[in-house]
């Protein structure tokens, strides 16, 4: 074979690899461009004249022709009269050499993450050596586990399942543990069933499945107003436009999200109706009816984030949003986390069928699948009855402690301060008197040996009059002490005695 | 104070909420407009007269009326000489009702995961009775785990760190395990320091994370062809165009890529160097050094894939593209789960300082942070030795097993099939005789109890012509009889006796 008779015998073979339907002279320009961009064919060589590679193919020489024509036109070949069809020379990209490599350039920028998350971030530390009050975060109490069953439990498994619990796990979770949780929630009064449950690890990759599923960058999201702080950041962090929802005593306003969805092409609504993060405010049924009514109207899918909504300390349990749905449009997250083993990483996600294989696809693609460790032990924990024991015994300690939390409030806050009261959950919100700044508070705080959350945490912009605290990690004692330096502080600031609001450079360590 | 007087005094505090600094007349559109937003100022509202609010701010009166100008321009209100400004009414979203909610027309389309993905995901499930002979994969074989060295590991752990191995654990990962992952690579060659190592949920999240972090969708990914069927499912469900790059016996054709660079702008190279997946190719040193030339050049960040590098049974290593970069543009990516415990989901990421924030960011958003108690568990096995006795382990009964496959195919395949012979890893890639489709071999494989992974899986395009093996997950007389049924398939396809090729509709449950 000569070389003009291996080149036709090339674009053959490529054009005859194409799969699909497609007019001949389209294959033969696919086929040719898939030469050029495997680099088999290099710039300058000149093509087969049409009448040899439309003999070499069985087709008419016009295909050929008009083939031609279209890399002409498209700027993969040159051609002139009587001299032949050429592959072009590829212009070089004009970006310029980059010597040294710099990753700046190839970053893509954090969207929205700062400095004031990497103050958060450093509470979720493990602490070493001396500890700070923590009355920051919405986190289990960790020495109330129950590490005895833990142990029993892990050796059981170990003993009975042997290796393949250390195995890769079926990425919609095990099929226990989604029963489980299928049999908890039908219980507390959300029906729902085993294959509508995607395991996850942790409600915060469920969330980030959700979202990148259902909004692209620069769509919007309405987002309550305060809102769950690491939320903020993922969101920020996919690009998504944010619309923050004022919320009241019932909750999230649906009236305002009218007008907004008016204006505004809502692609998702982020909502937790009960014992809301930051605010410990709870949805009433009115407003969780107007809020689906006017999602359904408008065609909005809601994400229920139900994470802490188990550890109600009074009043009668709210139905969720997800039990009202008559449209099957609530998506329900869940986590393990709030009661019990964080370090675990088992969440969830309850999610109606056309999405749910979806999601389940995004989950195998950006993680495989949840731990199977971590969910046989949780699956365990829930068929042995060792979870309802763990939240009985919690909510009776949490309870106490957020009534230690508020008296301490009552008697050492100043009358200017303002602060939620909620039934459950494990943050409550607070308004500083008129003039208190809470990120100069919040570092106050911690030089004093308080750790709490400032308010600009949980919004889209502003809420520096807040402070969020949170009445879970600590013993009722300890709660009090911080409250009790906590007060100091506002006192202290209120009269104008705000030395310390100044010192923000000389805080050194912050926990 | 009259209704005038209140709005008056809303806009102020609107305006006054305003952060930052911005001419005074922008200030008021905002301050508006954020009432507007927020639904506080209702449309068909009659503003203030610009003589009254100026007043009230204490500005010049040109100052009002050029924001109500502003306002009007920009469609937020309607104005009408005498009678004042007023808020508009918006426009309701053209969008019809919908009656009922679909989940069709708010799901993101899934990019490119086909049916065949399914298949090979219930290669992970858990098996459950009786189990075929396991020729598909990169999976290690659960039977060889350690598990009284895990048991141990695992009662110590709890004993002596109690309740704190089970809380949320640091963003980065624990310290002590970045250690030992920093000391394990310095030890191989590829010096790292503990403050470059991203501790994440398997190294499926860490690909993820580097993916969002330095391409947009749309933008250009060169990758091996074929390559890590998983990588391909993320690529596509990210958006992420994929330039596939031919791999000879030296690994990937930096050629190829460098005429594909000069087309197309290439944000990042993502390769497996050594043991490459699915062909167990290992690029040579030279080839190394001409992609990280080509890489420099261009400003290219390359993201390096050590998933199986340290099962080596032959030959002598060769050093990672980290070891030698001298620009510090590689990205390598790390995982135990080829060697132990993939349930336990730990992977690492050792990034150039630059991008190392920007991923550890990144990573609390999407995940907070990877199971404290799995990454115990692997500090311990690192710092124990039991992570290196295991290695040695495995690695003397891989290498006979590899041996046993690869005597198998010259004993039971046609002579017209070819394969890779790699000195490691866990996969090897088989060409079938002319006229065999992969996908029907792979069908009837699995009719007579055998899985293997068909090439398609691995390509962004094409592939009929290859089936991965893989030769880890299997004793060696069960590699062999999976192989010598797989020749018989392959002997009856290249007959011509393949009544089987036709019967896809018929296969029922695969595994």
């Not at 212009?91 to 980059?98: D, K, V």
């Not at 142990?151 to 393949?164: F, H, S």
């Not at 939240?391 to 309870?399: E, K, P, Q, T």
Request: charged share 25%; net charge neutral.
């Amino acid at each position: 074979m000569n070389r003009s008779d291996q080149l036709i015998q090339r674009i053959i073979t490529s054009v005859e690899d194409l799969p699909g339907e497609r007019p001949l002279n389209e294959r033969l320009v696919q086929g040719i461009k898939d030469l050029i961009f495997r680099g088999e064919l290099i710039p300058s060589t000149r093509l087969p004249s049409s009448r040899d590679l439309a003999l070499g193919l069985g087709w008419h020489r016009s295909t050929v022709v008009q083939a031609y024509r279209k890399l002409v036109a498209a700027g993969w070949a040159d051609s002139g009269v009587g001299r032949g069809t050429f592959v072009k020379q590829q212009q070089e990209s004009a970006t310029p050499l980059r010597e040294p490599f710099t990753w700046a350039e190839v970053i893509r920028q954090d969207e929205g993450l700062y400095e004031m998350e990497r103050v958060l971030s450093r509470n979720v530390a493990l602490p070493d050596g001396a500890s700070p009050i923590r009355l920051s975060g919405a986190i289990p109490d960790l020495r109330l586990f129950p590490m005895e069953d833990l142990a029993e439990v892990l050796n059981e498994t170990l003993r009975l399942r042997g290796p393949q619990a250390l195995g890769y796990g079926p990425t919609e979770g095990l099929t226990m543990l989604r029963e489980e949780i299928a049999g908890r929630l039908s219980r507390q009064g959300t029906p729902a069933r085993a294959d509508q449950i995607l395991i996850v690890q942790g409600s915060q990759q469920g969330l980030d499945l959700v979202v990148r599923r259902i909004v692209r960058p620069g769509e919007c999201v309405a987002v309550e107003s305060p809102t769950y702080s690491q939320a903020l950041a993922l969101f920020r962090n996919l690009g998504v436009r944010l619309a923050p929802i004022p919320l009241d005593e019932e909750g999230l306003r649906v009236d305002i999200l009218e007008t907004v969805a008016a204006r505004e092409k809502i692609r998702l609504i982020y909502t937790m109706p009960t014992f809301q993060n930051p605010t410990g405010l709870t949805q009433s049924v009115e407003r969780r009816r107007a809020l689906l009514d006017l999602a359904a109207r408008k065609g909005i899918p809601i994400l229920e984030d139900h994470f802490d909504a188990e550890l109600r300390y009074e009043g009668e349990p709210v139905p969720t949003l997800k039990a009202l749905d008559t449209r099957n449009q609530v998506i329900l997250l869940g986590t393990f986390s709030k009661i019990l083993f964080p370090g675990l990483r088992v969440g969830w996600v309850a999610a109606p069928e056309p999405v749910y294989d979806s999601l389940s696809r995004l989950m195998r693609a950006v993680a495989i699948s949840t731990s199977l460790l971590s969910q046989i032990v949780m699956a365990e924990f829930c068929a042995q009855g060792l979870l309802d024991r763990h939240l009985d015994r919690v909510i009776s300690i949490y309870a106490q402690r957020r009534k230690a939390l508020l008296d301490g409030m009552n008697e050492y806050f100043p009358p200017e301060a303002g602060w939620t009261n909620p039934q459950g959950g494990m943050t409550l919100w607070v308004t500083l008197p008129p003039g208190l700044n809470s990120v100069a508070v919040t570092m106050e705080a911690r030089r004093r040996g308080v750790s709490v959350a400032p308010g600009p945490l949980f919004f889209v912009e502003g809420g520096h009059r807040n402070l969020s605290l949170s009445s879970t990690a600590e013993p009722s004692d300890r709660l009090k002490q911080g409250i009790r330096i906590l007060g100091d502080i506002l006192y202290e600031g209120a009269a104008g005695e705000k030395g310390w609001s100044g010192k923000k450079s000389e805080a050194g360590p912050l926990l």
